[in-house]
């Protein structure tokens, strides 16, 4: 790259001589886009709710156990049927719902 003087600049030219306006526009940067995103969050937008808490109020998603068992806490009886019998069911039950 080639400055306005026609001198060569590199990265750490630009590091030496701008660094501290390299760091303030990234902090400006992330504040900016950290004001909208709260401005999103608090003003419904769900997703951008979510992402603020995961991202600042260390929420996770946690995977949770679901224990099934049968009658009285016993095990799950399970009960092998032909095509015909489950849709026999699932039959039976769409007509007690329309008569509902």
């Known amino acids: ?10 990265e750490q ?4 001589h701008f660094a501290q306006e390299l760091l303030e526009g990234a902090v400006r940067a ?13 003003g419904g937008d769900t997703i951008a ?3 603020w808490l995961k991202c600042r109020a260390r929420w996770k998603e946690t995977a949770q156990a679901v224990e099934l068992s049968g009658a009285n806490g016993g095990p799950v009886l399970v009960q092998s049927m032909s095509d015909a019998e ?11 719902r329309r008569r509902r």
């Open 1 to 10: 790259m080639t400055g306005a003087r026609g001198r060569h600049v590199t």
């Open 13 to 16: 030219t630009l590091r030496a």
């Open 30 to 42: 992330n504040s900016n886009v950290a004001q909208w995103l709260y401005n999103k969050a608090t």
């Open 49 to 51: 709710a979510i992402f």
């Open 86 to 96: 489950l849709e026999a069911i699932v039959s039976k039950g769409r007509q007690d």
